[in-house]
């Protein structure tokens, strides 16, 4: 099975701030990598698929990048609506599709 | 209104069994692959098992294959998990999620979940 790891765990940012999480998978799973964000209570929405296209809808703030092992996730201006558990997903090789463990961001 | 409705949660007994359904509504079912995914308390999300868009074909995670057995009724709009064998580790919130037509293994869709405790 396809490890897939992020990091930080959590974070914490001011409003405005820049923030980058990063998701590294255990082989290369070439652009094959999903982002989504929960907010407590809900279910998860689809964020970034393909590594890098935004789904229709999603904040223009939201970015994506990277291939093979090593991809990360951009908030270019953090906003208090941005305060969720965002998680890392490879689409590359299943089953199983697997998830990073999630990255916390709360707002200072 | 379009959703994704799961039901069939509840507390079992180690050892017991429980189908989940999760019946959707505003979308053409048959065109998208499903999934089960859960989330233990204060945990993050694992894929549980998947389904073609015709049934035919199944996937399932190592720690339930062979307990689980996930279905789907086209005619009914409905995909179900049938759940054998529950052990205390199958504890947590088990959502339905779409399939992306156009890029296997993204989930665009998901219900608001419905809760296992195995105790």
């Known amino acids: 099975d396809i490890q897939m790891t992020q990091s930080p765990s959590s974070l914490s940012a001011s409003v405005g701030d820049r923030v980058t999480i990063t998701c590294r998978a255990s082989?290369?799973?070439?652009?094959?990598l999903v982002w989504y964000q929960q907010k407590p209570g809900n279910a998860p929405k689809l964020l970034i698929y393909g590594a890098s296209t935004l789904r229709s809808g999603v904040s223009s703030r939201f970015s994506g990048s990277g291939s093979g092992t090593d991809f990360a996730l951009t908030i270019s201006s953090l906003q208090p609506e941005d305060s969720a558990t965002y998680y890392c997903?490879?689409?590359?090789?299943?089953?199983?599709?697997?998830f990073g463990q999630g990255t916390k961001v709360e707002i200072k | 209104e379009v959703q994704l409705l799961e039901s069939g949660g509840g507390l079992v007994q180690p050892g017991g069994s429980l189908r989940l359904s999760c019946v959707a509504s505003?979308?053409?079912?048959?065109?998208?692959?499903m999934s089960w995914v859960r989330q233990a308390p204060g945990k993050g999300l694992e894929w549980v098992a998947g389904i073609s868009e015709s049934g035919s074909t199944t996937y399932y995670a190592h720690p339930v294959k062979g307990r689980f057995t996930i279905s789907r009724d086209n005619s009914e709009d409905t995909l179900y998990l049938q759940m054998n064998s529950l052990r205390a580790g199958d504890t947590a919130i088990y959502y339905c999620?779409?399939?992306?037509?156009?890029?296997?293994?993204?989930?665009?869709?998901w219900g608001q979940g419905t809760m296992v405790t195995v105790s």
């Open positions: 997903q490879q689409a590359n090789s299943f089953p199983p599709w697997t």
């Open positions: 999620a779409r399939g992306v037509s156009a890029y296997e293994g993204a989930f665009d869709m």
């Open positions: 082989q290369n799973i070439r652009s094959w």
């Open positions: 505003g979308i053409t079912f048959t065109n998208h692959a």
